[in-house]
């Protein structure tokens, strides 16, 4: 095969071809970086207030404790209501919040409680519109282009987390952390044209399939029952729940790798960081490249994520170390790319919401458990037993992730990656 720089750009960007796809991903390159600054300055203007470490785990706390409590019930809004019209909603909303904070904090009166409350709006608002949003990429591009369009999503992500932290510490250094609430709320302005600019006869909407199961509790269960009784989503479910809980700990175990593993400080620490991140970007371009997502991609980029964090906790000094946190950022993104495409494309669109909300409960739930284990563990035995350990159980997931594909596979005599055991039919 002759590869040209056309060729592959064409074929990494695929998903762009689509019209509302890259309405949509212009207007999240906007918005996701204003939400990296937001994020910023938020814990910045905390320790300002506060000059308390607890102070700002507690607002950490908060903010993910809607989407602990309340994110089934995000899943079932996501599918009761049309998406489009959702992230109307949630973004305007996000928009508003955050104008409203950016004022409070530009006249100087912000008090604790006010950003405290603004962060739990934030969670709340979050808990319908992160599952929206991921149930509406399969609307824009149809499945053919699914994986391409979470890979994309991923570069997003990443791009957004390495340019939105640096330039958020240039505008607090320069005209204070108000300019970045201002910017964030202005960058939601972006999504709503973006939305609005969308050509609805081009979305892949389904028709709903008669009357659903009766009562929010049993719409929520029937959800449960299929990611439960559905091998491959169970699978992701499965190892996210473990991986979650002992290796995405990046905010404990990445600052202990630059103090006591390297014996060094905050730009070390900033170095480390951005090495994960510029791993993690080029492996989004690697999956869109690809195209598809498969339970062997899955469990390969869990092992590689976890092989390479183990042996980057165990590096003395600065340059291996950054060397193999870019491998195990890449192997990062392959992982949690297949982790999201794979439950989209066996999950059909009438519980796409609910199942993608129980996928992100998970994904986003272990973190407030996984971190004090992490730092418990890091405390007792060192940054090196604490970054082997993380490592090693995500190695672990994926061994045990294959034992059971294999076996299945072997059962079954073929892979269905392919075909999942539904189809989606647009409508339109």
């Known amino acids: 095969m002759r590869y040209t720089a056309k060729g592959v750009t064409g074929r990494t960007f695929q998903a762009l071809s689509t019209r509302n796809y890259r309405y949509f991903f212009t207007g999240q390159m906007i918005s996701v970086t204003g939400s990296w600054l937001q994020s910023t300055a938020q814990a910045w203007l905390i320790l300002e207030l506060t000059r308390s470490a607890f102070m700002l785990g507690l607002l950490v706390m908060v903010q993910f404790l809607p989407n602990l409590l309340l994110q089934p019930f995000g899943g079932l809004v996501a599918d009761r209501f049309p998406k489009r019209t959702l992230l109307y909603l949630t973004q305007g909303s996000f928009a508003l919040v955050a104008a409203v904070l950016g004022i409070t904090v530009g006249l100087g009166v912000v008090q604790v409680w006010e950003v405290f409350l603004v962060v739990a709006l934030f969670g709340l608002i979050n808990v319908v519109d992160g599952p929206t949003r991921q149930a509406f990429v399969p609307e824009m591009v149809g499945r053919d282009q ?11 992500f990443n791009a957004a987390r390495v340019v939105g932290p640096a330039t958020a510490g240039i505008l607090i250094a320069t005209v204070g952390t108000a300019l970045c609430f201002d910017l964030n709320a202005i960058s939601y302005l972006a999504v709503l044209m973006a939305l609005r600019l969308m050509h609805q006869d081009e979305l892949h909407v389904l028709e709903r399939a008669g009357r659903q199961v009766a009562g929010a509790m049993a719409q929520i269960r029937e959800g449960a029952r299929y990611a439960v009784s559905t091998p491959e989503v169970a699978l992701v479910m499965v190892m996210m729940l473990v991986v979650g809980t002992f290796s995405y700990n990046f905010s404990v175990l990445i600052p202990a790798l630059a103090k006591e593993g390297l014996h060094s400080g905050a730009t070390t620490f900033g170095v480390l960081s951005a090495a994960l991140g510029v791993g993690a970007l080029g492996g989004a371009l690697g999956v869109a490249y690809a195209g598809r997502a498969t339970v062997p991609a899955l469990l390969a980029g869990c092992a590689v994520f976890g092989a390479f964090l183990a042996l980057a906790g165990q590096a003395e000094t600065l340059v291996p170390a950054v060397a193999l946190l870019v491998v195990a950022g890449a192997g990062m993104i392959v992982y949690s790319a297949m982790s999201n495409s794979i ?9 796409r919401g609910r199942v993608m909300a129980l996928y992100l409960w998970v994904f986003m739930g272990t973190t407030p458990i996984g971190s004090p284990i992490a730092g418990l563990i890091e405390q007792a035995w060192g940054s090196h037993a604490a970054m082997a350990i ?8 994926a061994a045990g992730g294959t034992i059971w594909w294999v076996r299945r596979t072997r059962r079954s005599g073929s892979y269905p990656a392919a075909s999942p055991p539904w189809a989606d039919a647009p409508t339109a």
Request: hydrophobic content about 60%; aromatic content about 4%.
């Open 146 to 156: 699914l994986a391409n369009a979470v890979a994309l999503n991923s570069t997003v």
């Open 343 to 351: 439950i989209q494309l066996f999950t059909p669109a009438a519980l």
């Open 390 to 397: 993380g490592g090693m159980s995500a190695v672990a997931t």
